[in-house]
């Protein structure tokens, strides 16, 4: 009787608590949350596309307002494209890369991540096209809505949305100004010449967010019922004063972080919750930094200031502070029943990024309940990650494709709906509810990656597709997740966060084709026997008002035996005049004084612009 009295506690201690007896892969879960983006892509998709059930769409946006807004990424489980919520995401992805760019270099995940954060940003300089323009949607929530429809099937309404002086937006204008400024310190070794670019937008959107202040939703109305700007624009505008200091060292951004700190809210908000529209954690995230890293010179008082609101929400997340963030009984963190996710990842970047911070500078978090060790935000961090992945009371991944028990019926449109490669026959708009919505059965293709709602606030979870308070993904969730899973993965804890940022280049991925041709981004890929040869190379650049401008010159020759007809290319990332072939919509033929190529003849066309080589492909030829 004594020998099974003693075992009852530690039988019952098995059973109650599974879920904090796992183990979990880091990395791999590191390049699941990668490959999930390509899963948004929205665009012409390029040749090393890697989720292969997803195609072409969305290939007119912008037309209308004759502007190129053609790529981009859809935000969740619809096919509209929010600016605010991605903009967000290619900030909090890049920051990701900038803090632990070099576990995931050695994870070979590095040259993916940055093809994530290069496909928003590519988008987003599209969208910039004057200095005093932004266009901050791509589609109608409500008429998106309506339908339930593949990307590639879409008949709903791609109207564009911009800001300008008269209809203001400095919330969206500043945290594009941000993702901008990040993503230029991700390119800065590996693309110095794009990484500028980058800067050069980032530069004149804080301008026009500073200078015509207003609302973005109160201009682009009909974000308010899905993307509200609660919060307001000065955190954005502090958001993005922030990035361009770590982007730019100029003094003019910690000036003013220093001067509009007080006015602004950076120091008098305490916060528990960090994510797409209030971003005051992430300031005094990034301020407190500052301030460890010797920087605040004359504004040492006020960086001192918001250095405290950053401690409150780090202790907030640890239960240590004057005012917890919620749990729920299995351990996570829950701020609101609709995709609470998003704040859990959110908030567990900060608390491991602060905690390589205070390690680095060998300091201590002072909270109400006492002096706590870096190692604990680490560990709350941990905790979320762990939780996400499988370790709750449920066994239930929240991550798509990781684990064997995960969310089988995603709300998600594209992966709701059998693939267009499988079936081409076109889903009307209510044919997709009546047919897929309301299936019970598990997706047809699988959203790897994809980081769900996730459970209620007592760790109960309903896996079914109408469900998307719990069910439905969002590119926000996913962006910050980056940088933890690398930090976890890398197994060792010696980072000095305080150094000057230096995101190494990535190696080449093994998996993706030779460099020839370039890029295909139809439905058409190159193959080792095509007929077709594009070499490219740039032949020379110069210096014009401090921009630097490249010409590149592009040989097409006719390996073949016999002559090419009915050429068409596809150029994408060209920002400037080109030579040497006419346009016919969306796509380039023959110069109009040449209808054919010989055998064995070559074809010279050259362009101008202040970036990196387009992508330039072969669409459709004919022999003769």
Known sequence: ????????????????????????????????????????????????????????????????????????????????????PMAFTITMMSWSIIEYGKPMAANGELGHAMEAVKWGTDYLIKAHPEPYVLYGEVGDGNTDHYCWQRPEDMTTDRHAYKIDPSNPGSDLAGETAAAMAAASIVFRRSNPAYSSELLHHAYQLF???????GK??????????YYRSVSGYNDELLWAAAWLYQASNNQYYLNYLGKNGDSMGGTGW????????????????????????GKAGMHAPVFERYHQKAEHFMCSLIGKGTRNVQKTPGGLMFRQRWNNMQFVTSASFLATVYSDYLASSRGTLRCAAGNVAPTQLLSFAKSQVDYLLGDNPRGTSYMVGYGNNFPRQVHHRGSSI???????????CRQGYAAWYTRKASDPNVLTGAVVGGPDAYDNFADERDNYEQTEPATYNNAPLLGILARLGSGHSGYNQLLPEAVPVPKPVAAKPKAEPKAKSTPNPATTS??????????????????????????MTNKSSKTLKDLKL?????????????????????????????????????????ASPADVSVSSYNVA
């Open 207 to 213: 301008d026009f967010a500073d200078k015509y202040r």
């Open 418 to 428: 059998v693939s267009i490669k499988v079936d081409s026959k076109f889903i009307a």
């Open 530 to 555: 095509s007929p077709i040869s594009i070499r490219q190379k740039m032949t020379t650049s110069w210096n014009d008002k401090g921009r630097t401008y490249y010409r590149y010159s592009i040989v």
């Open 570 to 610: 596809s150029i994408s990332k060209l920002y400037g005049p080109i030579w040497g072939l006419t346009k016919s919509g969306n796509s380039y033929g023959f110069p109009t004084y040449l209808n054919s190529l010989p055998a064995g003849k070559s074809l010279e066309f050259v362009y101008i612009h202040a």
């Open 1 to 84: 009787m004594e020998k099974s009295m003693s075992m009852a506690p530690l039988l019952l201690m098995v059973l109650c608590l599974p879920f904090a007896l796992g183990w979990h892969d880091y990395n791999q879960a590191l390049s699941k949350s990668i490959l999930f983006f390509e899963a948004q892509r929205s665009g012409y998709l390029p040749h090393n596309q890697r989720v292969t059930w997803r195609a072409n769409s969305g290939l007119n946006d912008g037309k209308v307002s004759g502007v190129d807004l053609v790529g981009g990424y859809y935000d969740a489980g619809d096919n509209v494209k929010f600016g605010l």
């Open 216 to 225: 973005y939703d109160s201009s682009i109305t009909v974000a308010q019922k």
């Open 270 to 293: 305490a916060m528990t919750e960090f994510g797409w529209d209030v971003k005051y954690a992430g300031v005094q995230t990034l301020v407190a930094k500052f301030l460890m890293q």
